[in-house]
């Protein structure tokens, strides 16, 4: 269906990746969102605080990170579409209740405009070392679905993205940005509500005693939600769980269980995986990058092209999961991945994980704090063409 | 202490009338039996609290129960009711996140003493200083049972706990005074002993807006009775018939436990405050007047 016409702000505005994203969250029918201050991702919450009282929506700042992602769990449960916002600290701290939304197969959106880090590390400045975290982060077996947004334009629109993803596949889904992005400014163009595309949440139409919140008929089914407060008595729980969400705490039940927390993501990978590709195809070379080392990638990319490289771009809107099927594809027909990002390798692995030996992986790694100089990015592009 | 007490010894009053003994209707019957030790009073409890509920003249379907981890965390799984069991510590903020969600609801925390008290401390306080539309049951076994009997925040000084094999020497937080401190508007406690008057506070509580809070005071037979020689649940429900003293308005500073002590229990506090969402919706109204829509939309909360 269509956006509902109150949360789209129709129009040519010059805003930054978090203002960005904070409209695109209201445009997907976001009416609930709790977090915590924190730079660089705070500017997301307060435009939220200023606009949800003009849309009919729930701000709260609540005391902390791990209490923001409970409270958007229990919220997403009264039928709402509801987001929290952090960066790399809060981010950690949110790891206990991400998990609780995943076991629950509760849909959900959490942004996390990226710093550098460990710890404390750079509030003010970019990073994109939380790639990992955001698909091992919370404990336990799960698949998760990430999304790098490279504008402010992509914010917008990719957040809508994020929501609908998440109601497609009860799942919650990380939007992962960096500062750079975040606090990028340039046009962004919300289009009218009937050009916007919403998922809206499946609710469960039948006999109230026969809704079973855990049923699915094969391995990648979605059960329909209902709303607490409409008469199912519904239970939902962090333990491992039968069809009916009642605690099953054997080997057997771990099994159903997990196996369709990973299985609906991972065998319908194909269905979620967005990349954008650029002269891939008859290329030698393939740069893979997200977020706003995609950018900083294109100055490097079109100078290895002037010297007669045959280079391509291939950009991770998801990262997770992960489009292994096309980097062994790719693997098979050209000769080295170069992989720049914000961290000392770690979509790097994963990428020579999938060549399995049959490209070279070269890591452009940056600690991050600022962005590559693309001249170091067309030297591993140079290096892996000898 | 004898390990058994004739029921006269107890002096426990002739249950009323009004007092109905369980039905299925409240409780998930195909879950039972329940994970809980013979003569903890976690049971006893949840009877109050359906009993309080039934007093209510709540419509079920409007009441969601919100539970942590721990003994005391398994409350939720129990009650025919939109029930969720969550992260430890995390009731409350994820009540509050159902509260808001939908504020046709009455949601209720029942949940334990370290979850509440420690890991989920902060959530308390904030909750009550923001006066959220919450009613929250803290279940008090003085230490934490489901893993072991380890010292939590409310174990008395001497007590012992299997971390504190040489007796607690850490203050134990006086939990009334705390949700009062920080902004309840309606704050009792009773033990498991009380049970007509343990369902009348959470009846209370149920249909009172913003913050309340119920500490309620249970035996833990295996755990810490155990430990401390306390003999049986039904030994300390013995020992709540003879030590509690009612003092209804009590002033919360002084209703502090210690080991042995007297226990000072009723109904301590219940004043009027606006809640989190009265004040939202008159302040959000002053400020942007028409253009403010209210949660739901036009019609909407």
Redesign the interface.
């Known amino acids: 269906m269509k956006a509902d016409p109150?949360g789209v702000a129709t129009g040519d505005h010059y805003i930054d990746g978090d203002i960005a994203c904070a409209e695109g969250a209201i445009a997907a029918g976001c009416?609930?969102l709790?977090g915590y201050p924190i730079t660089p991702s705070t500017e997301v919450a307060e435009h939220i605080a200023a606009r949800f009282?003009?849309?009919?929506?729930?701000f709260?700042q609540?005391?902390?990170e791990?209490?923001?992602m409970?409270?958007?769990?229990?919220?997403?449960?009264?039928?709402?579409k509801?987001m929290t916002v952090t960066s790399g600290p809060g981010f950690s701290l949110m790891m206990?209740?991400l998990?609780?939304a995943i076991m629950m197969e509760v849909p959900c959106v959490l942004v996390n405009v990226q710093r550098g880090g460990p710890s404390t590390g750079l509030p003010t400045l970019p990073g994109q070392a939380d790639i990992m975290q955001a698909r091992w982060g919370s404990h336990g077996d799960y698949e998760i679905i990430a999304l790098a947004p490279n504008s402010p334009q992509e914010c917008f629109d990719l957040t809508i993205t994020a929501f609908n993803l998440s109601e497609t596949w009860r799942v919650p889904v990380l939007f992962m940005m960096d500062e750079c992005i975040g606090h990028m400014s340039e046009k962004v163009v919300i289009p009218e509500a009937d050009q916007v595309d919403i998922v809206e949440r499946k609710f469960f139409k039948g006999e109230k005693e026969k809704y079973r919140p855990y049923q699915f008929d094969d391995p990648t089914s979605i059960a329909p939600l209902i709303?607490?407060?409409?008469?199912?008595?519904?239970?939902?729980?962090?333990?491992t769980h039968d069809e009916r969400g009642?605690?099953l705490i054997n080997k057997d039940a771990q099994d159903r269980n997990v196996k369709h927390l990973v299985n609906k993501i991972k065998l319908n990978a194909e269905k979620i995986i967005i990349s954008i590709e650029d002269q891939v195809e008859g290329a030698d070379i393939v740069i893979v990058a997200y977020g706003i080392t995609s950018r900083v990638a294109v100055p490097a990319l079109e100078e290895a092209r002037k010297r007669g490289i045959k280079t391509g771009l291939l950009r991770l809107v998801t990262i997770w999961p992960f489009p292994e099927k096309r980097i062994r594809q790719l693997a098979e027909k050209i000769h080295t991945f170069v992989v720049p990002e914000l961290n000392l390798g770690q979509i790097s692995l994963e990428v020579e994980r999938c060549a399995a030996g049959k490209a070279a992986t070269i890591p452009v790694t940056h600690a991050g704090g600022g962005v590559h100089d693309p001249e170091i990015i067309l030297e591993a592009i140079m290096e892996g063409a000898t | 202490m004898s390990s058994t007490v004739k029921r006269d010894e107890l002096n426990i009053p002739q249950l009323e009338d009004d007092f109905q003994p369980l039905t299925g209707k409240f409780l998930r019957e195909e879950r039972l039996p329940h994970i809980w030790c013979s003569t903890c009073g976690i049971g006893i409890v949840i009877t109050a609290f359906i009993s309080g509920l039934q007093k209510s003249e709540l419509d079920p379907e409007k009441v969601c129960a919100v539970s942590g981890i721990g003994c005391s965390g398994r409350a939720a799984g129990y009650l025919r009711l939109d029930s969720f069991h969550t992260t430890h510590g995390r009731a409350i903020p994820f009540a509050t996140g159902l509260a808001l969600g939908n504020p046709e609801l009455k949601v209720v925390v029942i949940s334990g003493d370290g979850d509440i008290a420690a890991i989920g401390g902060n959530h308390l306080i904030h909750a009550a200083r923001r006066n959220m539309d919450l009613t929250v049951i803290c279940i008090n076994n003085f230490n934490y049972a489901m893993t072991g009997g380890q010292a939590g925040p409310t174990t008395p000084i001497e007590a012992i706990a299997s971390t504190t094999p040489f007796g607690c020497f850490e203050s134990p937080f006086n939990l009334p005074f705390l949700a009062e401190s920080c902004g309840a508007v309606y704050v009792a406690r009773w033990t498991t002993l009380h049970v007509r008057r343990l369902a009348d506070s959470i009846s209370e509580a149920l249909t009172k807006s913003g913050f309340s809070f119920i500490e309620a005071i249970s035996p833990c037979p295996t755990s810490y009775a155990r430990r401390n020689k306390l003999g049986t649940g039904l030994d300390e429900m013995k020992f709540y018939g003879k030590n509690s003293i009612i003092n209804n308005g009590a002033d919360t500073r002084t209703v502090d436990i210690s080991f042995g002590s007297k226990i000072t229990v009723g109904k301590f506090v219940d004043i009027e405050r606006p809640s989190f969402t009265e004040n939202r919706n008159h302040l959000l109204k002053k400020r942007l007047g028409d253009r403010y829509i209210p949660f739901g939309g036009p019609n909407g909360h």
């Open positions: 109150i009416r609930f709790a009282p003009l849309v009919g929506g729930m709260i609540m005391e902390d791990l209490a923001s409970a409270a958007v769990v229990g919220s997403t449960w009264t039928g709402n509801s206990e209740n998990g609780l709303k607490a407060g409409d008469g199912y008595f519904i239970h939902a729980t962090g333990l009642y605690p």
